[in-house]
């Protein structure tokens, strides 16, 4: 029969080791900062690098020496000084650091802060080249790694808010050396395909070296020359790259990058409603103020007619007076006769002579004589 040890008397008897050895009890060391991270409770936690190897590392508050509990960040290069450990629940060993000192940027962010300058004095991160995002696109462009949470995450949100998208996925790497040429040639694909309206660049989270691919110059000018408007998702929300800042959009994480790229179909909805209901409002407002305007031109109209007619009607009378003054049977009415010779109205004796026959009207009939 085989005999066998535990995994805790083994992982303690390496403790031991660790333990019993005064060179890793005492010891500095110098490095770059990755993985930052302050806890609330005031510990900090971090990864220190070189050029070949990484070691975690804690600094415990109040244990040991730190100017102020100094707080740092991922890229600071740092001095520190501590002892080896063996961490028992994940069998895994780490610098618990004891001292801590500042010696400077560490080199990734050095190159980082450069090229950053150095494409801005060029205008490459300047609004006024910023793509507009379309507001109800057709296609959308994802480069990305084709397997992951990050893909499924957008085509969920897409399909979620606004399923009539069409996605074309264009694969790369995402991480290492050969990531940024593989992310250029996705994203000349998808600039150069028609139809395709917005073009997204998704990643998830990580350290500055996960993420470095996306500071590459190379990656950074193709997005500024692509055809085709580009959001930023990569890493998380406290994350930055240089391709975050020439993008034509940054989205603090993929879902949001897809959020930003479609509508919501629900919100679409909810505003049609609103709007029909606005616009049923307004045109019964602007229906019963016609009905209203109507109304009164009528009124006013009704009045004009009237006023023209009582007007017309005085003149006819004015002119049935006149001309019942100027009718010459008006005077047989009063007993005046009307002597005519030949037709002709007399109105002089000198207008007769001997033997004349004349014709006397009165009103109810008419008489001739001979003038002797």
């Not at 590459?216 to 085709?228: F, G, P």
């Not at 009124?299 to 010459?328: C, F, G, S, V």
Request: net charge neutral; glycine share 6%; with cysteine.
């Amino acid at each position: 029969m085989i005999e066998s040890i535990s995994i805790s008397q083994v992982t303690k008897y390496i403790k031991g080791m660790l333990e019993g050895d005064t060179l890793l009890q005492s010891v500095w060391l110098k490095g770059e900062i990755s993985n930052y991270t302050l806890h609330h409770s005031g510990h900090q936690y971090f990864s220190l690098k070189d050029e070949e190897a990484t070691l975690k590392c804690v600094k415990f508050k109040n244990f040991g020496y730190a100017p102020a509990q100094q707080a740092f960040k991922t890229g600071d290069k740092v001095l520190v000084h501590g002892s080896i450990d063996l961490y028992l629940p994940q069998g895994t060993y780490q610098l618990r650091v004891t001292q801590i000192h500042l010696q400077g940027l560490g080199d990734l962010y050095q190159q980082f802060e450069r090229l950053k300058n150095k494409l801005a004095v060029e205008g490459l991160f300047e609004e006024t080249h910023k793509k507009k995002i379309p507001v109800f696109p057709k296609i959308i462009g994802i480069v990305s790694s084709p397997t992951g949470a990050v893909i499924q995450d957008i085509l969920n949100t897409v399909e979620r808010r606004f399923p009539r998208v069409k996605i074309i996925l264009s694969p790369a790497l995402m991480q290492g050396e050969a990531a940024s040429s593989s992310i250029i040639k996705a994203l000349h694909k998808l600039s150069a395909m028609k139809g395709v309206d917005t073009i997204i660049i998704a990643r998830g989270g990580g350290s500055m070296e996960d993420l470095w691919c996306f500071n590459e110059e190379a990656l950074v000018r193709e997005i500024y020359h692509s055809k085709k408007p580009v959001i930023s998702a990569i890493g998380h929300e406290t994350d930055f790259t240089l391709c975050d800042f020439v993008a034509d959009l940054r989205a603090p994480t993929p879902t949001a990058a897809a959020e930003l790229a479609v509508p919501d179909r629900n919100e679409l909805k909810s505003r049609l409603v609103f709007l029909k209901k606005n616009n049923d409002r307004y045109m019964q407002n602007y229906l019963a103020y016609c009905m209203e305007t109507l109304d009164k031109y009528k009124t006013q109209l009704d009045q004009r007619l009237a006023y023209a007619i009582e007007n017309k009607m005085h003149l006819i009378e004015k002119l049935e007076l006149r001309l019942e003054a100027a009718n010459p049977l008006m005077p047989l009415q009063k007993g005046f006769t009307l002597t005519t010779k030949n037709g002709a109205r007399i109105q002089s004796v000198n207008q007769l002579n001997a033997n004349d026959e004349i014709e006397t009207l009165f009103l109810d009939g008419n008489i001739k004589s001979i003038i002797q």
